[in-house]
């Protein structure tokens, strides 16, 4: 193993040194590695200042950690174009032809570069971290508890390879460095939307809360990873000169993957459909399981977070809704259908998008929300001594027979699609595997998914309400 690695490894060393040569690379880093801390100093001592006065110190308390993990943040986007140069740059400059001329396998060439593309970020958010705390401790600043520092540093460090990863990634798949330092906001956006995320539960003091996050971090970073290797071809690499939107080829090859062979719309069903809710047969098994246990956890959260309004929890108050409801939407009324199907349609394209940028990870995030509610629910009903089967069998069985396979089977299919795109494919492009995984989400949901959450919208509009009238007599 150890011989199989060292050819990536003296590429990764040759390519850091020639990056820790270049002045112009170093000086802008350096400059702003160590000016931004100074200035992340500057502003904790003066927050911590303003909030003293009114007696509101845990706030200011509180945004030292943010700000340590904002200095951390900064030199990895800044330079991240290491990275995102790291294949297509060689290419413009003329000099990656006889590094592809070399013995070394697609992984080992891939790996070598996705290692030196990592340890300047690294090193610049070492810097700057330290130039902060030290800062910290020469104002007289209270540093974070040791645990909670870990927790920062492993969050920078997997959030500068999962970054570092994209960028990698996305320097493989363009043709130019233009192209590439344009795709990057799509790597630089949604990490700045987690580490959004992560000073909420900063604020909010809920800091093991931080290790789930820095797990999911590692997963995806692992996803990545694997992405890059599954899809890098020197070969590919080499023939690409620009990129082309060809929307006439992209539509033809969904439209392909979604009809199959089939000419006729029983024939779609056999030898289309067919064999693609075979494929997601262990899919299904996993989002089940997944969604067993989100249940399970909504129930566990009764007492973390208990509910004192009983009257709203009161058979007379539930009854009263119910009947309000069923006047609302009588028998043939398609208002509460179209609402409640939209709503569902809705969740399910979030999935999509979410499972798209995450590789399956966060498309499960919406169903297990839901499921996680209705758990939830179903424990704060059995803590004021209503049964949970009664409720389950009575508030969500009449529609859940058709919604919850619907849910699951399109979940699994962004699942897939996660998996799959991590699965080396040397025969077809990353984006031709990404439009077949798609043409498979579109024939779950057209063939399967709609039909059952348009029924089961009608049924929970329609029947389940009385259900649960007579069911509570």
Same mark, same amino acid.
């Given at each position: ?91 413009e400059r003329g000099s990656i032809e006889p590094l592809l001329d070399t013995p070394l396998k697609d992984w080992q060439l891939y790996l070598g570069k996705l ?64 192209? &590439? !330092?344009?795709?990057? /906001?799509?790597?630089? +956006?949604?990490?700045? @939307? =987690?580490?959004?995320? $992560? ?109 004192? &309004? !009983?009257?709203?929890? /009161?058979?007379?108050? +539930?009854?009263?809704? @119910? =009947?309000?409801?069923? $006047? ?123 039909? =059952?959450?348009f029924a089961a919208a009608m049924v929970e509009a329609w029947f389940t309400p009385q259900v649960a009238i007579?069911?509570?007599?």
């Amino acid at each position: 193993m150890l011989d199989e690695l060292r050819p990536a490894l003296i590429v990764a060393q040759r390519e850091t040194r020639d990056q820790l040569r270049d002045w112009r690379i170093i000086f802008p880093v350096l400059g702003l590695t160590v000016f931004f801390p100074f200035l992340m100093n500057f502003t904790a001592e003066q927050a911590l200042n303003f909030v003293r006065q009114y007696g509101a110190s845990i706030i200011g308390e509180r945004m030292v950690p943010f700000l340590l993990m904002i200095v951390g943040f900064f030199p990895i986007s800044v330079s991240m174009v290491i990275a995102l140069e790291s294949f297509v740059g060689e290419k413009e400059r003329g000099s990656i032809e006889p590094l592809l001329d070399t013995p070394l396998k697609d992984w080992q060439l891939y790996l070598g570069k996705l290692l030196s593309s990592t340890v300047p970020p690294l090193i610049a958010s070492a810097m700057g971290m330290s130039v902060y705390i030290a800062g910290l401790v020469r104002s007289g600043i209270p540093l974070p508890e040791a645990p909670l520092l870990l927790q920062i540093i492993s969050l920078t460090v997997v959030q500068a390879v999962l970054m570092v990863s994209g960028a990698v990634v996305v320097s493989t798949q363009t043709t130019s460095v233009r192209a &590439a !330092n344009l795709l990057a /906001s799509f790597i630089i +956006i949604p990490v700045a @939307l =987690l580490i959004q995320a $992560e000073s909420v539960i900063m604020f909010w003091g809920d800091y093991n809360t931080l290790w789930l996050v820095v797990v999911a971090v590692v997963l995806l970073t692992f996803l990545l990873v694997r992405v890059g290797l599954a899809h890098f071809q020197r070969e590919q690499l080499l023939g690409r000169e620009i990129d082309v939107l060809n929307i006439r080829w992209a539509v033809k090859l969904l439209w392909n993957g979604f009809r199959g062979e089939a000419r006729s719309i029983d024939a779609w069903y056999r030898k289309t459909l067919w064999p693609t809710l075979q494929r997601l047969a262990l899919p299904v098994l996993m989002v089940a399981v997944l969604l067993v246990i989100s249940v399970g956890l909504g129930w566990t959260q009764v007492e973390r977070f208990n509910l004192h &309004a !009983n009257d709203i929890t /009161s058979p007379e108050s +539930i009854k009263e809704n @119910l =009947l309000t409801l069923t $006047e609302a939407a009588p028998l043939g009324d398609f208002g509460l259908v179209l609402t409640i199907f939209w709503q569902n349609l809705r969740a399910l394209g979030i999935a999509l998008l979410l499972g798209m940028i995450t590789f399956g990870i966060l498309g499960m995030l919406p169903s297990m929300l839901t499921l996680g509610i209705m758990g939830y629910l179903m424990g704060v009903l059995a803590q004021r001594g209503f049964s949970a089967g009664l409720y389950f069998a009575g508030f969500i069985l009449p529609h859940g027979l058709l919604e919850i396979p619907a849910v699951v089977l399109a979940t699994a299919a962004v699942l897939r699609m996660g998996a799959i795109l991590a699965t080396p494919t040397p025969d077809r492009t990353f984006m031709e595997v990404w439009l077949a995984c798609l043409a498979d989400w579109f024939k779950v949901m057209i063939g399967l998914v709609i039909p =059952l959450l348009f029924a089961a919208a009608m049924v929970e509009a329609w029947f389940t309400p009385q259900v649960a009238i007579w069911m509570m007599r």
